[in-house]
């Protein structure tokens, strides 16, 4: 992962220490995955995000860290392919958080 901790995924989703490490592997996935979106809905590169608006504590703003945890949760709660009965979009909060980071 570029900017996710395995600490971070964790807290996220209060998950004990047992239970993350049996899921290590997934949650990782998970994490890289939601870096990957990020990056691609902001159409920007890792490197290109932390000169823009990285400093010498935190290399990613906030928010799109917030973003990215917010994916890994919904990724981990909502395994199954949506259906008619399951239709579930990404939260309003999550545009909110990476909007400004875009690059039109």
Same mark, same amino acid.
């Given at each position: 992962?570029? !900017?996710?901790?395995?600490? @971070? $995924?964790? &807290?996220?989703?209060?998950?004990? /220490?047992? @239970?993350? #490490? ?7 996935? =998970? %994490? #890289?995955?939601?870096? /990957?979106?990020?990056?691609? $809905? $902001?159409?920007?590169?890792?490197? #290109? *995000?932390?000169?823009?608006? %990285?400093? /010498? ?9 917030? &973003?990215?945890?917010?994916? *890994? #949760?919904?990724? =981990?709660?909502?395994? &199954?392919? *949506?259906? @008619?009965?399951?239709? !579930?979009?990404?939260? !309003? ?7 400004? =980071?875009?690059?039109?």
């Amino acid at each position: 992962m570029k !900017y996710l901790t395995f600490e @971070q $995924i964790k &807290a996220q989703l209060r998950l004990d /220490d047992e @239970q993350a #490490e049996l899921e290590r592997t997934l949650l990782e996935m =998970y %994490g #890289e995955s939601a870096e /990957d979106t990020v990056l691609n $809905i $902001i159409n920007r590169s890792y490197t #290109e *995000v932390v000169e823009l608006y %990285g400093t /010498d504590d935190r290399h990613v703003p906030a928010p799109l860290v917030h &973003a990215s945890l917010l994916l *890994v #949760e919904l990724s =981990y709660t909502q395994r &199954a392919p *949506v259906t @008619q009965t399951n239709l !579930y979009t990404v939260p !309003y909060a999550f545009d909110m958080m990476v909007k400004p =980071y875009m690059r039109l």
